[in-house]
């Protein structure tokens, strides 16, 4: 079992960043891919970034490619996704999850999940 707790998340203008925070507790975090999903009012849940459990490779959604930026600390066993340039459409709440296979983009084959933080961005 792990468990994930996200932190991080608030109410920010557009333009503004905020970076969220996943620590990571339970058996071997480290073994793990970690990634950020995210869903929206109304809307099915959507991949936003993945790393890989070295930190190596990560990927991101094209809605937030160079805008967003993954990293993880194995030390601290804790995930970050500092989100910059933020939009109104960037509004959702967001989860941490942990998967053994290798930088999987789909939620079902992610296993373990956070409870989730909501980010909303103002216009």
């Known amino acids: 079992q792990v468990q994930l707790v996200e932190s991080g998340g608030g109410l920010v203008q557009a333009g503004g960043s905020l970076r969220l925070s996943c620590a990571a507790s339970?058996?071997?975090?480290?073994?793990?891919?970690m990634a950020w999903f995210r869903q929206a009012p109304g809307k099915e849940r959507e991949f936003v970034s993945a790393?890989?459990?070295?930190?190596?490779?990560?990927n991101y959604a094209d809605s937030v490619k160079g805008r967003f930026t993954i990293a993880r600390d194995n030390v601290k066993n804790t995930v970050y996704v500092q989100m910059d340039s933020l939009k109104p459409a960037d509004t959702a709440v967001y989860y941490c999850?942990?998967?053994?296979?290798?930088?999987?983009?789909?939620?079902?084959?992610?296993?373990?999940w956070g409870q989730g933080t909501q980010v909303t961005v103002s216009s």
């Open positions: 790393i890989s459990r070295s930190g190596g490779s990560t």
């Open positions: 339970g058996r071997t975090p480290g073994l793990y891919t």
């Open positions: 999850a942990a998967a053994i296979a290798y930088m999987p983009t789909t939620s079902r084959e992610y296993t373990y």
